[in-house]
T-cell receptor, first 111, second 113 residues
């Protein structure tokens, strides 16, 4: 069993839709939870970061963590074509430790 | 430079040849990571440097893979006797903070024929 499971998609939605992206993890020692966005042929860039259960909002993006279920989500409201990218969840046991990444979900937002 | 710089951006080599991939991290960043990204496999951790030392080499897939970092800055990942399964994008990231925010380069795309 992988430490982090993520549906690879692809996921195709119309512009303006609400997108839900999810990951599950197996190790309760993981304490830091992140979402990275990766455009084609580019390196990943940090989108959202949290270390506690609950919701964190940033503009159209909301990250949700449920430690009891070992489940993390990223919601994108009013999705735009510019949101088309691969979204990777990443988790860590500590702030300075290596990140364990999910496989990434490829998202396409169509006009 | 402003970001993490990797070279070459693309490398095509023949099976059995050695390759070197270079990473120039953001100035002042003490921690440096190498990851490998294969199609459908996500990012696979290879090695982590703190300064010039590598406290975690657990992700290197075989003894054909090695990496070094000199002067607490530039790092080189070397793959000896390349195999076709080594074909992937090799990503380097650096950070100067004790957080999860890694700053990635654009990667070196390796194709082994």
């Amino acid at each position: 069993q992988k430490e982090v499971e993520q549906d690879p998609g692809p996921l195709s939605v119309p512009e303006g839709a609400i997108v839900s992206l999810n990951c599950t993890y197996s190790n309760s020692a993981f304490q830091y939870f992140m979402w990275y966005r990766q455009y084609s042929r580019k390196g990943p860039e940090l989108l959202m970061y949290t270390y506690s259960s609950g919701n964190k909002e940033d503009g159209r993006f909301t990250a949700q963590v449920d430690k009891s279920s070992k489940y993390i989500s990223l919601f994108i409201r009013d999705s735009q074509p510019s949101d088309s990218a691969t979204y990777l969840c990443a988790i860590s046991t500590g702030g300075g430790n290596k990140l364990t990444f999910g496989t990434g979900t490829q998202l396409k937002v169509e006009l | 430079g402003a970001g993490v710089s990797q070279s070459p951006s693309n490398k095509v080599t023949e099976k059995g040849k050695d390759v070197e991939l270079r990473c120039d991290p953001i100035s002042g960043h003490t921690a440096l990571y190498w990851y490998r990204q294969s199609l459908g496999q996500g990012l696979e951790f290879l090695i982590y440097f703190q300064g010039n030392s590598a406290p975690d080499k657990s992700g290197l897939p075989s003894d054909r893979f090695s990496a070094e970092r000199t002067g607490g800055s530039v790092s080189t990942l070397t793959i000896q006797r390349t195999q076709q399964e080594d074909s992937a994008v090799y990503l380097c990231a650096s950070t100067g903070r004790n957080t999860g925010e890694l700053f990635f380069g654009e990667g070196s795309r390796l194709t082994v024929l």
